[in-house]
């Protein structure tokens, strides 16, 4: 016989009160809390129905099949068993009241290095995909709080550098979300704006490392090492996106080191790709691909499905740039099962970008540079129709993709409209990273420049050059 609500509730918060739950909580071991409410008489299908979570992913859990990371998955846990405060604590979740804090009027991106630090934080723990507007209304709610938030953050950085030896859960969790929420920060704000921040947080992570002991069975030091990796290798993206490759590789090589005393190879599998990036906009297809292709092999089996779809769409792509048509269309399809079994917001910080969107831009891009433009096209429409204004970044590169498509369809005066479209969007983000890409566009181009369309494009472009510092990576 089925247990009714209140009855379920009140096994819920007796199980909670015993030391056992504590421990789980502690360890975040969601896999433990649902054995020990089996054991109560709690069933999947019970905790599926308070927690919205799918009873097939409990049983992942419960088995050991999958570890849940994203602060959303455990905060849909946490609100729908209806967790006493000290669990949720345990578990490193914010009170149940917290979302009521009052907002300021101002709603403004913050410059300030520590609000944005805050912001990020506050991002990466949510785990989920957080649009622009919300982030606004988050960036509000840390400028209301931030003065006792600060004292407490201190607080804590200044005992762990004091005793590095005593590294706490907490300060680890914290550097953690605030490496996840840069990696979301940048898919929202210029390269410019967060890259002081993302540096001061580089520097407080480097600075407990080394005052603390190294010990290879030191599993909060190890974490601590990947969350240096992780947020290195997006210092270097954007360093590149700032037009500055030396800065970039001192990066990525600094990721990697770190990778590879963390023994965490998706790491330097991530760096790999984002390096690609450089010999690509110069041209360079070959290295980019052989990067690529190196990233792919040192990814192991099945560790980051997320990243394997990212590496093998940019491989495809790189591909079809090379005329390899063939290679093209097996890197895509194994682009396509990686993405499949993907599950982004339980994988790695950089994979967070690739939505169905983002990797349709992707298949645009690879379809373009076969000769499947219908394809490119069709799927064309298709994104476009689901992009929203705030979506400059991803717009900018799905019509730089598209214009390109028609060029080489021959549609001329289409391709210069597009090309003008996501230069535009381009320039509004502050992004340089995209910009080559136009470069190419205006060469393919310029045999035409008699025609209108083609003329405003090329005049919006120069303007481009004289306002901005662009990089011909």
């Given at each position: 016989m089925a247990m009714d609500q209140r009855h379920v509730q009140k096994i819920i918060g007796q199980v909670f009160a015993g030391q056992e739950m504590d421990e789980a909580c502690r360890r975040r071991d969601i896999g433990a809390i649902i054995r020990v409410l089996s054991r109560h008489g709690i069933t999947q299908g019970q905790i599926a129905t308070l927690t919205g979570i799918a009873q097939g992913r409990l049983s992942e859990y419960k088995t050991g099949k999958r570890v849940p990371t994203a602060t959303s998955t455990f905060e849909a846990f946490?609100?729908?068993?209806?967790?006493?405060?000290?669990?949720?604590?345990?578990?490193?979740?914010?009170?149940?009241g917290d979302g009521d804090t009052a907002q300021r009027a101002d709603l403004g991106i913050p410059t300030d290095t520590f609000d944005l630090q805050l912001l990020a934080e506050a991002i990466g723990k949510r785990g989920e995909d957080v649009k622009r507007r919300e982030m606004l209304s988050m960036t509000a709610k840390i400028g209301a709080t931030t003065v006792a938030v600060q004292s407490e953050v201190w607080e804590q950085l200044a005992y762990a550098l004091a005793r590095p030896?005593?590294?706490?859960?907490?300060?680890?969790?914290?550097?953690?979300?605030?490496?996840?929420?840069?990696?979301?920060?940048?898919?929202?704000?210029?390269?410019?704006?967060?890259?002081k921040g993302l540096a001061a947080h580089i520097k407080e992570i480097s600075t407990l490392l080394n005052g603390a002991a190294s010990d290879p069975k030191d599993e909060l030091r190890r974490r601590l090492i990947v969350a240096a990796g992780e947020s290195c290798v997006l210092a270097g993206w954007i360093a590149s996106d700032m037009g500055s490759s030396a800065t970039a590789r001192n990066f990525y090589d600094t990721a990697e080191r770190a990778a590879k005393e963390a023994n965490d190879l998706s790491i330097i599998a991530c760096a790999y790709g984002y390096r690609s990036y450089i010999p690509s906009g110069k041209g360079n297809h070959g290295r980019a691909r052989a990067l690529l292709g190196s990233a792919l092999e040192l990814?192991?089996?099945?560790?980051?499905?997320?990243?394997?779809?990212?590496?093998?769409?940019?491989?495809?792509?790189?591909?079809?740039?090379?005329?390899?048509?063939?290679?093209?269309?097996?890197?895509?399809?194994?682009?396509?099962?990686?993405?499949s079994i993907a599950d982004p917001e339980e994988d790695r910080v950089w994979t967070r970008f690739l939505d169905s969107d983002r990797f349709d831009s992707f298949r645009i891009s690879t379809y373009s540079k076969i000769g499947k433009l219908e394809e490119a096209e069709e799927v064309a429409r298709s994104v476009i129709a689901r992009l929203t204004e705030l979506d400059k970044k991803r717009a900018a590169i799905i019509l730089g993709d598209i214009a390109t498509a028609h060029l080489i369809h021959g549609s001329i005066n289409e391709a210069a409209r597009l090309a003008r479209e996501g230069l535009s969007a381009a320039r509004d983000t502050g992004s340089a990273i995209w910009t080559p890409r136009?470069?190419?566009?205006?060469?393919?181009?310029?045999?035409?420049?008699?025609?209108?369309?083609?003329?405003?494009?090329?005049?919006?472009?120069?303007?481009?050059?004289?306002?901005t510092a662009w990089s011909r990576r």
């Open positions: 946490a609100d729908g068993l209806g967790m006493p405060e000290k669990a949720r604590r345990a578990l490193g979740l914010a009170p149940m030896s005593a590294l706490s859960e907490a300060v680890v969790r914290e550097m953690e979300a605030r490496s996840a929420g840069f990696h979301k920060l940048e898919e929202m704000m210029p390269a410019q704006a967060i890259f990814l192991p089996p099945s560790e980051s499905p997320g990243t394997t779809a990212w590496l093998a769409a940019r491989h495809a792509e790189e591909s079809g740039a090379l005329g390899d048509k063939a290679r093209a269309l097996q890197s895509w399809e194994q682009a396509t099962e990686a993405f136009f470069e190419v566009l205006a060469q393919g181009l310029r045999r035409w420049q008699h025609r209108p369309a083609v003329r405003a494009f090329l005049e919006d472009l120069a303007t481009a050059r004289r306002q």
